[in-house]
């Protein structure tokens, strides 16, 4: 159906910068939102930010400022350039769409499957 794959992860101190990104592939015929969710050790999964294909963006109060999320819509791919990272932020950061497949047109949820981002103090 649909896969979607994250890069970026990674180790940094506090106030440095990371990027990921997030290619989703298969058989795709629409894709909306990608996103970008995150969990920490005994925590929830939470939102981070949200980007629809027309350019509509959401994000958690917590990055509002800081990270910034975009999207290459020709290439159903999704990034989040996260600065002035803080030991709060670190989490395991997992790609998110809602995508219909060319096959059935069915609406369903997808997940990557996930990537480290660890800040240190």
């Known amino acids: 159906q649909v896969q979607l794959v994250e890069s970026g992860g990674g180790l940094v101190q506090a106030g440095g910068s990371l990027r990921l990104s997030c290619v989703a592939s298969?058989?795709?015929?629409?894709?909306?939102?990608m996103g970008w969710y995150r969990q920490a050790p005994g925590k929830q999964r939470e939102l981070v930010a949200a980007?629809?294909?027309?350019?509509?963006?959401n994000y958690a109060d917590s990055v509002k400022g800081r990270f910034t999320i975009s999207r290459d819509n020709p290439k159903n791919t999704a990034f989040l350039q996260m600065n002035s990272l803080k030991p709060e932020d670190t989490a395991v950061y997992y790609c998110?769409?809602?995508?219909?497949?060319?096959?059935?047109?069915?609406?369903?949820?997808?997940w990557g499957q996930g990537t480290q981002v660890t800040v240190s103090s």
């Open positions: 980007i629809t294909s027309g350019g509509s963006t």
């Open positions: 298969g058989s795709i015929f629409s894709i909306d939102p």
């Open positions: 998110h769409a809602r995508a219909e497949s060319s096959r059935d047109r069915i609406l369903r949820q997808y």
